[in-house]
């Protein structure tokens, strides 16, 4: 079984920042990879960032430049860096780990990102 924690979320002005944590714990490796989604109300879940277990990072377009994600293993656990945040980055995001060896997914219980105008 695996369990992620995420914390960080917060209600923060437009062109702020925040920095949301996720801890992982259970039956995990260093090569799984791990990730941040969100859904905004009334929309999908989508793919903010990602990382893998050697380190090769992927964005979504919408948060090139501004947001960073980055892991450290020796903690289990994940960050998002978001810096230049907007109100359309507002959302709940989740935390996701997809464990390498049977390719299952993991999900967090969410947090809230609010950014104001």
């Known amino acids: 079984q695996v369990q992620l924690v995420e914390s960080g979320g917060d209600l923060v002005q437009a062109g702020g920042s925040l920095r949301l944590s996720c801890a992982a714990s259970?039956?995990?490796?260093?090569?799984?990879?791990m990730g941040w989604y969100r859904q905004a109300p009334e929309k999908q879940r989508e793919l903010v960032a990602r990382?893998?277990?050697?380190?090769?990072?992927n964005y979504a377009d919408s948060v090139k430049g501004r947001f960073t994600i980055s892991r450290d293993n020796a903690k289990n656990t994940v960050y998002l860096q978001m810096n230049s945040l907007k109100p359309e980055d507002t959302a709940v995001y989740y935390c996701?780990?997809?464990?390498?060896?049977?390719?299952?997914?993991?999900w967090g219980q969410g947090t809230q990102v609010t950014v104001s105008s």
């Open positions: 996701n780990l997809n464990r390498w060896v049977d390719g299952r997914d993991y």
């Open positions: 259970g039956n995990i490796f260093g090569m799984d990879a």
């Open positions: 990382i893998t277990g050697g380190g090769s990072t």
